[in-house]
């Protein structure tokens, strides 16, 4: 028997939509260039999420659209 994938969320508190993106960013302040993280977001908050990290000069890239279900 198959478990059911379970649908990617959006990062964006509050935010309930299928996430489309995949934002990697690290904290340079703390991590090394190595350790990276990975939010997810849906089209309606990818710029909002992608400018957050930026404004605090985080390094953030918009890596390929997440696939469905899964990250690469």
């Known amino acids: 028997m198959n478990a059911p994938t379970p649908e990617?969320?959006?990062?964006?508190?509050?935010?309930?939509?299928a996430a489309t993106h995949?934002?990697?960013w690290r904290n340079p302040?703390?991590?090394?260039?190595e350790r990276?993280?990975?939010?997810?977001a849906c089209g309606e908050h990818l710029r909002f999420l992608y400018d957050y990290l930026r404004a605090r000069d985080f390094p953030a890239r918009i890596d390929?659209?997440?696939?469905?279900?899964e990250l690469e």
């Not at 990617?8 to 309930?16: N, P, T, V, Y």
């Not at 990276?36 to 997810?40: D, T």
């Not at 390929?64 to 279900?69: D, F, H, L, S």
């Open 64 to 69: 390929a659209a997440v696939g469905e279900g």
């Open 29 to 33: 302040r703390i991590h090394g260039p």
């Open 8 to 17: 990617l969320k959006c990062s964006r508190a509050g935010c309930r939509a």
């Open 36 to 40: 990276e993280k990975v939010w997810l």
């Open 22 to 24: 995949r934002i990697v």
